[in-house]
């Protein structure tokens, strides 16, 4: 594993080892034993879009593994001027251990780590969400005490969270349903993708619009915003089109009786999810969040450890 882009790239193996150590950090942090294993070591953070918790994760991560997380905003480096992505690879690589990177186009991510020789990570882009689904997988395996057999919802629109959700699955052998109005279908690519892991794993895939066919018997419900990162613009649109995707009370009770509610966050309450939901008893949506840090530590270790 040079990078970490797309969880369709890894295998099984690969994703239980991270998540075996995301919760060996977990555990280990909360009983004050520190690890320095990224001493003298420096991860560049590209951000081209805003975040509240894979900023904070990535930076708080890194810190507590000894090294530096250096924040560059893609409107302070020359990249957001025009310089190529190759020649910013080309530099970075001379001075970094490590590129995180958030931004809109997948190919300028595969541009990237085709070029630098340092390993980069996928934090966002318009196509995939790895690092949020790992979280997810564990805070998952963290509730139901494994992953395979599991039934894992995800209602709203067919975007980057949609994509990785069905990565995951497919790779873990977790039953997985995406329900989507038709016109906001996950990406055809990413299904066929997606379609070789859940042959490989057993696990069924269903793509539905029909979100009571996809609540039914599941063990996990997953919404995400309807307005991603630079779609604002057909915002009007898009809460008409998705208002009867909405999880509220009703709905999440068609889902198995202790079934969990999980949401990357930022969550619009009102809209993909009702306050009840969110803040109910069966929401885990700041374990998941917290997870981000440990699982996030387990990939940059993994990567970027001696
Ligand atoms: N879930 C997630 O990636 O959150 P941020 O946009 O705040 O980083
Ligand atoms: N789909 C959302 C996820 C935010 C973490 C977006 O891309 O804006």
Same mark, same amino acid.
């Given at each position: 594993?040079? %990078?970490?882009?797309?969880?369709?790239d890894?295998?099984?193996?690969?994703?239980?080892?991270?998540?075996?150590?995301?919760?060996?950090?977990?555990?280990?942090?909360?009983?004050? &034993?520190?690890h320095?294993i990224?001493?003298?070591?420096?991860?560049?953070?590209?951000f081209?879009k805003?975040?509240?918790?894979? @900023?904070v994760?990535?930076?708080?991560g890194?810190?507590q593994?000894?090294?530096?997380?250096?924040?560059?905003?893609? *409107?302070?480096? $020359?990249? =957001?001027? =025009?310089e190529?992505?190759?020649?910013?690879?080309k530099?970075?690589? @001379?001075? /970094? %251990?490590?590129?995180? &990177?958030?931004?809109?186009?997948?190919?300028?991510?595969?541009?990237?780590?085709?070029?630098?020789d !340092?390993?980069? &990570?996928?934090?966002l882009?318009?196509?995939?969400?790895?690092?949020?689904?790992?979280?997810? /997988?564990?805070?998952a395996?963290?509730?139901? =005490?494994?992953?395979?057999g /599991?039934?894992f919802?995800?209602?709203?629109?067919?975007?980057?969270?949609?994509?990785s959700?069905?990565?995951? #699955?497919?790779?873990m =052998?977790?039953? #997985?349903a995406?329900a989507?109005?038709?016109?906001?279908k996950? *990406?055809?690519?990413?299904?066929?993708?997606?379609?070789?892991?859940?042959?490989?794993?057993?696990a069924?895939?269903? /793509?539905?619009?029909d979100?009571?066919?996809?609540?039914k018997?599941?063990? !996990?419900?997953?919404?995400?915003?309807?307005?991603?990162?630079? $779609?604002?613009?057909?915002?009007?649109?898009?809460?008409k089109?998705?208002?009867?995707?909405? &999880?509220?009370?009703?709905l999440?009770?068609?889902?198995? %009786?202790?079934?969990?509610?999980?949401?990357?966050?930022?969550?619009?309450?009102?809209?993909e999810?009702?306050?009840?939901?969110?803040?109910?008893?069966?929401?885990?949506?700041?374990d998941?969040?917290?997870?981000?840090?440990?699982? $996030?530590?387990?990939?940059?270790?993994t990567?970027m450890?001696?």
């Amino acid at each position: 594993m040079k %990078d970490f882009i797309s969880l369709h790239d890894l295998t099984k193996e690969e994703i239980e080892g991270l998540l075996e150590l995301a919760l060996k950090f977990k555990k280990e942090n909360k009983e004050g &034993i520190s690890h320095h294993i990224l001493k003298g070591k420096t991860l560049g953070m590209i951000f081209s879009k805003s975040s509240t918790r894979t @900023r904070v994760s990535f930076e708080v991560g890194m810190t507590q593994l000894g090294g530096y997380p250096l924040f560059l905003s893609s *409107n302070d480096i $020359q990249l =957001g001027r =025009g310089e190529t992505i190759y020649d910013t690879a080309k530099v970075l690589e @001379r001075f /970094l %251990d490590g590129i995180m &990177i958030r931004t809109f186009a997948h190919s300028d991510v595969l541009e990237l780590a085709q070029y630098a020789d !340092i390993p980069v &990570i996928n934090a966002l882009t318009d196509l995939l969400h790895p690092c949020q689904v790992l979280a997810d /997988l564990q805070t998952a395996y963290e509730y139901k =005490g494994k992953l395979e057999g /599991l039934k894992f919802t995800y209602v709203g629109d067919g975007n980057n969270m949609a994509h990785s959700i069905m990565y995951g #699955c497919g790779k873990m =052998g977790i039953n #997985c349903a995406i329900a989507t109005p038709y016109d906001y279908k996950p *990406n055809d690519e990413v299904v066929e993708n997606a379609k070789e892991d859940f042959k490989k794993s057993g696990a069924d895939l269903l /793509l539905t619009q029909d979100v009571h066919e996809a609540m039914k018997d599941a063990d !996990i419900v997953y919404t995400d915003t309807w307005v991603s990162m630079g $779609q604002e613009a057909e915002k009007a649109e898009r809460l008409k089109v998705f208002m009867p995707y909405q &999880i509220d009370e009703k709905l999440f009770k068609e889902a198995k %009786d202790d079934a969990i509610f999980m949401h990357c966050l930022p969550a619009y309450r009102g809209y993909e999810v009702t306050a009840e939901v969110i803040d109910g008893k069966n929401s885990v949506i700041f374990d998941e969040a917290e997870n981000r840090l440990h699982a $996030q530590k387990a990939v940059m270790a993994t990567l970027m450890a001696d």
